[in-house]
Structure formats: C-alpha cells, structure tokens
C-alpha cells in the first residue's frame, strides 16, 4: 500500500497563473480531505470529497479554489490567479469512510508563488 | 463548529523526561480524538488516536487521556528521546461528521540531550 500520494511536491508559480495540486488517495480510500498549512501554522480544513461528490466546501476561499474527485483518477486542488498569499504546504488526506475515522495523510505539496 | 485549543505551543524537556501536551474543544458530540506528529518539512503523521468511549489509551510510551465531562485530552510521552522532537497536533472532527478535523494549533517539542 503506497499510502497516500500527492504530487507534484514542490511547486512554483508566478503570481496570476494556476496551480493543480494532485492527490491519489490511499487504496481502499473514497473520502478525500484538503488541507492548507500556512508556515508556522496549524492545518486549516479546506474541502471534503467522495467520488464525483463535494461534501462539504466550507474552508474553501470563496474564489480562485476549486475541488474535484472524478470517478476516475486523482483529486484535484485547482487554485486558479495564484497571488502570494496562496504561498503554503497543501496536505491531502484519506480515510476509508463507513464509520472509520483514522485519516491519514500524504506528503503535501508546497506552493511558492513568486 | 468545533474550537479546538492547544497548550503549551513550545515544550523543552530533557531526554528522559515526560511531556505532557493538553487541548480542549468545545463539541460535546465529539467522539474521536487522534494526535498527530509533524517532522520539519514533513507530512503529519497519526500516532495515537482516542474514541470516547474510553478514557485512556497507551502505546509504548506515548499515551492520551480523554475527560469528556472537562472536554479536554491530553497526550503524554514519557522516557522522551531526541527523535520525539517535532509539532505535535491535537484534532477533534466537527460534529456529524467522519474526519473533518479540526485541529489545535500545535507544541513544538524539543528534546534536548
């Protein structure tokens, strides 16, 4: 089991372009959170997935922030216009649903936005 | 929502020594409480995880306790060696839900020789 995969893990972008962030869940996994980490800081919930369904957006930036997780493939963090403030370590997490509340999470992606 | 809060936000203690690491939160309805621990530039990792419906739970040398009526729990690491030192994170999930956690603020623990 590779445990939960996130890529890329670093990633720079000039302010104005878009980032995607890519988060494959752990097998056997069909819930999906993301997380953001601001330096010296705690994580912040984002976003809350199942399969093709958002549960619960409610940490999510009212713009620029998008979520998916198709049927197939990863889940995607689309941060589209990324301003400098946008700058942080993006966690995903698994966990296997149906009652079972353990997350765990993958490596994160770090954002630099220059 | 959940308000989850964490203290001490730094700890030092000597290799050997105890640390003892406290949150509180405010849901009544929470009933999982995990800790985690986060290495400089890593990802955070599940290291010890309570349910309410039991008060304590150890493994090895880490350990929580849980006070559902003061709403707080607590971790403890006892016989502390250099590799403990790291962020160490609270979390509660908002109420209704499975993993949306919400997490404390994080103790940074350094153990010096």
């Known amino acids: 089991n590779a445990g939960v995969m996130q890529n890329p893990r670093h990633l720079v972008r000039r302010r104005g372009q878009e980032a995607r962030l890519r988060c494959s869940p752990m097998?056997?996994?069909?819930?999906v959170y993301w997380y953001r980490q601001l330096p010296e800081e705690g994580l912040k919930f984002m976003v809350y997935?199942?399969?093709?369904?958002?549960?619960?957006e409610s940490g999510m930036p009212k713009e620029r922030f998008s979520a998916e997780f198709p049927k197939e493939g990863p889940s995607i963090l689309r941060i589209q216009q990324v301003v400098r403030g946008d700058s942080a370590a993006y966690f995903c997490?698994?966990?296997?649903?149906?009652?079972?509340?353990?997350?765990?999470f993958g490596q994160g992606t770090r954002l630099t936005v220059v | 929502g959940e308000n989850v809060e964490q203290h001490p936000s730094t700890l030092s203690v000597q290799e050997g020594d105890s640390a003892v690491i406290k949150c509180t939160y405010s849901?009544?309805?929470?009933?999982?409480f995990p800790w985690y621990k986060q290495e400089l530039g890593k990802r955070p990792q599940l290291i010890i995880d309570?349910?309410?419906?039991?008060g304590e739970k150890k493994d090895q040398r880490i350990a929580v306790t849980l006070n559902k009526t003061a709403k707080h729990f607590s971790l403890h690491i006892t016989e502390t060696q250099p590799e403990d030192s790291a962020v160490y994170f609270c979390?509660?999930?908002?109420?209704?839900?499975?993993?949306?956690?919400?997490f404390g603020t994080g103790t940074r623990l350094q153990v010096t020789l």
């Open positions: 997935l199942q399969k093709e369904n958002i549960i619960d």
């Open positions: 309570i349910r309410s419906n039991v």
């Open positions: 979390a509660a999930p908002a109420a209704g839900t499975a993993s949306k956690l919400t």
């Open positions: 097998k056997g996994h069909s819930h």
């Open positions: 997490a698994s966990s296997p649903g149906q009652g079972k509340t353990e997350a765990f």
């Open positions: 849901d009544s309805a929470s009933n999982y």
